[in-house]
């Protein structure tokens, strides 16, 4: 089957990859396109947030990591959206586990955001209901910890970008294994499985991966083998 993933950053993400194709049994084919494809970085620089912005982090081709407005690039993503209908996707997915505007739309066919999923599973898997959120930037941690409030009783934000050093997300995950929550959300795209196993190991609590969590959903419209790729 020939599904479509869209990142926020450039296409492709490799690091993405790199974890979920296993899930999907050789049974897709992926097309990737991303909101800051072709763009240089000195254009990507101007996209830089500003007070009130909704504040999204990614990953370029090189392996570098950005911090933009999600405003500067929706008309980007829609064309992506727009793109991978006309090359026959059956269903496109979203690399971000941000939250975006209904004004984002496909004509054909599903929109999977990573987030849609995660608003409803995490509270099924916190006994608490009090969780630890990881986020790439501490300009994140509000908008973070008021999105979480809509679903949780408890949310403690930690920023460590998953795009920095190993050893600055094992500080983290030694900052908040003492912490109350029983679940952690490594809450945006670029966390890998590598870092979920660090942080399970060394704070002995429940972990939530998004990239694998999507591929698992997304594999249960992919794996029935006489379909069309």
Request: glycine share 6%; with cysteine.
């Amino acid at each position: 089957m020939k599904i479509g993933a869209i990142t926020i950053g450039q296409a492709p993400r490799v690091d993405v990859t790199a974890d979920i194709m296993d899930i999907f049994g050789g049974q897709v084919e992926l097309i990737q396109v991303g909101g800051l494809d072709g763009l240089t970085k000195e254009e990507i620089a101007s996209f830089a947030p500003a007070e009130g912005d909704y504040v999204l982090v990614s990953r370029l081709t090189d392996g570098t990591s950005v911090t933009f407005a999600e405003r500067h690039i929706l008309p980007r993503l829609q064309e992506a959206i727009t793109q991978m209908e006309e090359e026959g996707c059956r269903l496109i997915m979203f690399f971000c586990t941000g939250s975006f505007p209904e004004t984002l739309a496909s004509k054909k066919v599903p929109l999977i955001y990573p987030c849609e999923i995660l608003n409803r599973v995490v509270p099924l898997m916190t006994k608490k209901s009090s969780i630890i959120c990881m986020t790439p930037s501490p300009l994140q941690l509000a908008q973070t910890e008021a999105k979480w409030r809509n679903y949780v009783r408890e949310v403690t934000s930690v920023a460590a970008s998953p795009y920095g050093p190993f050893e600055d997300l094992e500080k983290a995950a030694e900052q908040v294994k003492d912490m109350d929550g029983d679940l952690i959300v490594l809450d945006c795209i670029g966390y890998t499985q590598e870092m979920k196993e660090m942080f399970a190991r060394k704070t002995g609590k429940l972990v939530v991966l998004p990239r694998t969590l999507l591929a698992r959903v997304v594999s249960e419209l992919t794996d029935v083998k006489s379909m069309p790729i």
